[in-house]
């Protein structure tokens, strides 16, 4: 008899055992259909997190008619609770928008481009939420290996050194309510551009050859970016950026920078060149920033650069085996 119970048991084990793995697999299939829209968020008030009466659908649009040539890869969509409670983060593999799954309730909140490489993404309040980047080394665009780090420029050498951000787009709207009897609202974000493009164009260079590898760095530049301002800030910091030759007499190179003088307007900006044979130039470039016709787009221009000539003549040696050329550090406007 107890052998007979005992299989009895067995047998019902068996039978609920592919009963649960279907329930899994559609518990994983409902999941993965729900994830078109990546949400990160935490809740305070579980019994809100789990009653979804409290959530409703939030069609999200983003009209790029004022960047028509922005190229991002995803868009990121940060809600404030005004109440002081945490963010929820969606990120949208559209960049046109989608339809996501909000809480009722009044917010703030700012967009920009997602899937960056070296943007990063600090605070967690409207006012205090940033996006910076991390710090580098001065010589990280020249991809050489020099083991001694440069001099630095007597009145900027204590910045710190951070990488230049990726393009960014962005937009923010305050005061938002999301009603919880009300279906069919939406929001449409108008992104324009956050980041000013800087290029720095070395022209009639002497000794030019790619067999020198060249980079730069540029002071004084702001270290963030404030989508629920829409202006940079930050510290001062100085920004490595690659340099290239393009022909026998002539270099440049181009990044996106936050922007300039993010403490006090007016602030020096030096301009410096280094050479893979380490030797680097100085130049106060000030007024071709504070001067430049159209802020977001910025052309730095140097003439006339005298690279050392292969024996090194004509440099006096300095500080950890580099090598200074004679005083450039005159605005070049």
Known sequence: MADRTGQRKHDNRERRQPMIKKLAISCAVSLAAAASVTL??????????????????????????????AHPITMVLYLFPTDGDKPLRYEFADINGSVIRVPAGNFDAVVFNGSTQTVVENGTTFRDFTLSTDNEHILAPMSREIISDPPRYET?????????????????????????????????????????TYTVILTGVKNLSHAIGLSASLSTMSESFSPATQ??????????????????????????????????????????????????????????????????????????IVLPEPDGTGMKPTVNGWLEDVNCDIDMN
């Open 156 to 196: 900027t050498r204590d910045q710190p050194v951070k990488a230049a951000p990726d393009p960014v787009w962005s937009d923010k709207k305050e005061g938002i309510t999301i009603a919880a009897s009300r279906a069919g609202q939406s929001l449409t974000f108008t992104p324009v551009e956050a980041t000013a």
């Open 231 to 304: 202006s940079h800030t930050g510290n001062e910091v100085t920004v490595p950026l690659p340099i290239s030759m393009t022909d026998a007499t002539t270099a440049s190179g181009t990044v996106a920078l936050f922007g300039h003088c993010p403490v006090t307007p007016l602030r020096e900006h030096i301009l410096t060149v280094y050479t893979s044979d380490m030797h680097y130039y100085n130049f106060d470039v000030t007024s071709q920033i504070h001067d430049a016709p159209d802020p977001r787009r910025i052309t730095i221009s140097i003439d006339g």
């Open 40 to 69: 990160t968020s935490s809740c305070n008030h579980r019994d809100l997190c789990y009653d979804h009466s409290h959530w409703l659908e939030l069609d999200v649009n983003f009209d790029w008619s004022a960047q028509p040539d």
